[in-house]
């Protein structure tokens, strides 16, 4: 019998990304940082692409190409900061051993966000006429709906399919906080964060619960 040699197949090399897919995501990131800076300084009303295409030294043709018009770029850097802080909280909270303590850590990192956002804080300060209406009304009920979507995770493994409902309760209490000047908590002072949910958060949730059985 004769043996039939074969050559041996080559192993595949991994398929890289393509040089110009890297380089359109370099891109985006550099101008969604731009665009942030450039809000901290001027507020988001006195931003132009120009400032924008500046500051992420690139020109304006770039700029359209990958965005298409200002409001495109806003819709695309709070979509992305939205996604960045959500991540980070589902992170904190998928190491914590309680209910409570996954609230407390996800309030604290929201906290800090906010705090630290520059950007955001400008707005906040000199442009409240366009952060209000997003909060507040009709639009804070759409705000609160896609932050207890986002967010639910966090707390399921705790609420199950009541997740959506309590991360609202925490989400409405947690922007109430930080949007009052009056609040008697700040959300970036850990002790005071843990006995605001040790006393007013957990038993409402909890409390909810026990009504809802009762119901069924």
Not at 16 to 42: K, M, S
Not at 46 to 51: E, N, Q, R, Y
Not at 174 to 201: H, K, Q
Request: charged share 25%.
């Amino acid at each position: 019998m004769t043996a039939v040699l074969t050559e041996p197949q080559r192993p595949q090399r991994p398929q890289r990304p393509q040089r110009a897919e890297r380089g359109a995501e370099a891109i985006e990131a550099r101008v969604i940082a731009a665009t942030l800076a450039c809000i901290a300084r001027h507020g988001l009303s006195k931003t132009t692409i120009d400032d924008v295409a500046r500051e992420a030294g690139c020109s304006r043709a770039t700029l359209y190409r990958y965005f298409g018009s200002k409001q495109d770029l806003v819709n695309r850097v709070v979509a992305g900061e939205a996604e960045r802080v959500t991540t980070a909280c589902r992170d904190v909270a998928g190491r914590s051993a309680s209910l409570e303590d996954a609230i407390v850590a996800v309030l604290l990192v929201v906290g800090h966000e906010l705090a630290d956002h520059a950007a955001l804080q400008f707005v906040a300060a000199h442009e409240p006429e366009i952060l209000l209406p997003q909060l507040t009304f009709s639009g804070g009920d759409r705000f609160l709906g896609r932050a207890a979507h986002a967010l639910a995770p966090c707390f399921s493994p705790w609420l199950g399919d009541r997740a959506e409902r309590g991360t609202e309760w925490i989400a409405r209490l947690g922007l109430t906080l930080w949007f009052s000047p009056t609040a008697p908590v700040s959300l970036t002072d850990a002790a005071a964060v843990r006995t605001y949910a040790r006393e007013f958060i957990v038993p409402a949730i909890r409390s909810d619960a026990h009504l809802d059985s009762r119901k069924g």
